[in-house]
């Protein structure tokens, strides 16, 4: 069985989630569903990430298969949450 690593972008000006390529970065990068733009600037580190999380996975697989090591699975996200810190003006 193979691992493939699956990017997904979540568009805040829209609320909607949207797979991106990991495998074939694009020269610009828009929300399919609203069409807002993500800074050109922000694709190189974008695919940085992605690769890195790519990478960690296949060592994680690579080490349990090969050193018999405990199995694990990098997967991102981000969640909003309300800290008192929010609340100081």
Same mark, same amino acid.
């Given at each position: 069985?193979?691992? /493939?690593?699956?990017?997904?972008? #979540? !568009? /805040?000006? !829209?609320?909607?989630? &949207?797979?991106?390529?990991?495998?074939?970065?694009?020269?610009?990068? *828009? !929300?399919?569903? !609203?069409?807002?733009?993500?800074?050109?600037?922000?694709?190189?580190?974008? $695919?940085?990430?992605?690769?890195?999380?790519?990478?960690?996975?296949?060592? &994680?697989?690579? $080490?349990? =298969?090969?050193?018999?090591?405990?199995? &694990? /699975?990098?997967? /991102?996200?981000?969640? *909003?949450? #309300?800290?008192?810190?929010?609340? =100081?003006?």
């Amino acid at each position: 069985m193979s691992m /493939v690593t699956i990017a997904k972008l #979540h !568009c /805040v000006s !829209c609320g909607n989630d &949207f797979p991106i390529s990991a495998t074939r970065k694009p020269q610009h990068i *828009e !929300c399919p569903f !609203c069409q807002s733009r993500m800074a050109d600037d922000m694709i190189e580190n974008l $695919y940085g990430a992605i690769l890195s999380v790519a990478d960690i996975n296949h060592h &994680f697989r690579k $080490y349990n =298969i090969e050193r018999d090591e405990s199995a &694990f /699975v990098l997967s /991102v996200t981000d969640q *909003e949450v #309300h800290l008192a810190i929010d609340d =100081i003006e």
